[in-house]
């Protein structure tokens, strides 16, 4: 076959082997999702004493609680006597938690209460639920597997003081989440968000929303942020423009200034190499949603929709054997920088601070 000549030199994606491939999988879960800051929820979910919920990342599954000290705590749900589960329910408010194989009880820190079955509690690391590091940045938490990572500072230091300016964002509460199973690596979800060359084809309300010629990607240490005007900005829409972050690895942040400012997340969770799940929150300052924030979570929706069914049809193109790789348009630089923190990621085991 003849080779189609090019005056420019190519640069390649990932191998599209790294989004179908069970052992890259598996090699990702260990080095990226067991070794990362990763959201697990928000401040408004544990309000008060007793309260948790339950998260799951890479098949760990976790209790975020707040204990009687005020303090919050995030420990694996898994019982130290024989490995059970602990905890059914998804959220709630408990004085103990209680594991229903042999009756072992313990307090909102993890720590053990009593065991039935022993006379002492005094059982060395089994006396305990495994902790976890937990931080709290504006509001959001963050888990990381890893017992030695770094604090959130040291990573993320450059995002943190990006998002000071937004003062109202420790006054929101999580009003409504949805979920929904994509079958599509986590990788396609991401590469997707990261570049806006679909946009005009995919997102009509989008494009007409935002200013399409001067729309922006600006790359940082490890997230990116995009922005654009208003088409149709009036004297009323004289504030700063609404900024939407992706934050290494997985984690979307589109926050609205203003004098109604507000903020939804998206988590893309690995379920397995075709499969992810997405979990999109919207955070408001009151329980009570008017008629232009529901219009807002219409139109995210409706963006959100789009890209899933792109995703998933790209997701068909993986497995054929066409093409071992795609190609990087010089507008899709964000989609590479990625692809660097990933390779760097998997290479070493953890992103290095730049």
């Not at 990226?32 to 928000?42: C, P, T």
Request: with cysteine; glycine share 4%; charged share 25%.
């Amino acid at each position: 076959m003849k080779q189609l000549q090019t005056d420019q030199t190519l640069e390649y994606t990932l191998p599209y082997d790294h989004y179908v491939d069970q052992q890259i999988f598996e090699e990702e879960n260990k080095k990226i999702f067991q070794n990362s800051w990763i959201l697990a929820g928000h401040t408004s979910q544990v309000e008060n004493v007793g309260d948790f919920f339950l998260f799951e990342i890479v098949d760990q599954p976790l209790i975020i609680s707040r204990d009687k000290n005020n303090e919050l705590n995030a420990f694996y749900n898994i019982c130290p006597h024989r490995g059970t589960k602990v905890e059914k329910s998804e959220q709630g408010n408990k004085k103990v938690f209680m594991c229903s194989y042999h009756g072992w009880t313990f307090h909102l820190n993890g720590k053990l209460n009593r065991a039935p079955n022993f006379d002492t509690n005094e059982l060395g690391n089994h006396s305990c639920m495994t902790q976890v590091k937990l931080e709290v940045f504006q509001s959001l938490i963050f888990i990381n597997l890893n017992p030695d990572a770094r604090p959130m500072a040291e990573t993320y230091g450059e995002l943190m003081a990006n998002l000071e300016k937004y003062a109202f964002l420790d006054s929101l509460k999580k009003i409504r989440v949805t979920q929904r199973v994509i079958d599509a690596n986590w990788k396609a979800v991401v590469d997707n968000y990261l570049e806006c060359d679909h946009c005009k084809i995919a997102h009509p309300e989008f494009s007409k929303t935002f200013d399409m010629k001067n729309y922006h990607i600006d790359l940082h240490d490890n997230f990116s942020c995009q922005y654009s005007e208003l088409t149709n900005k009036t004297n009323e829409d004289q504030e700063e423009h609404a900024n939407f972050y992706w934050v290494w690895p997985n984690l979307m942040v589109s926050i609205y200034p203003g004098e109604e400012g507000n903020m939804t997340t998206s988590q893309i969770l690995p379920l397995a190499p075709d499969k992810s799940l997405a979990i999109y929150s919207y955070y408001f300052k009151s329980d009570e949603i008017n008629e232009e924030q529901e219009e807002l979570i219409r139109f995210v929706d409706q963006v959100r929709r789009e890209d899933f069914d792109l995703v998933e049809l790209l997701q068909k193109g993986f497995h054929t054997n066409a093409f071992k790789h795609g190609i990087y348009s010089p507008t899709e630089y964000a989609i590479k920088f990625f692809h660097g923190l990933y390779e760097n990621a998997i290479k070493r085991g953890s992103v290095m601070k730049k």
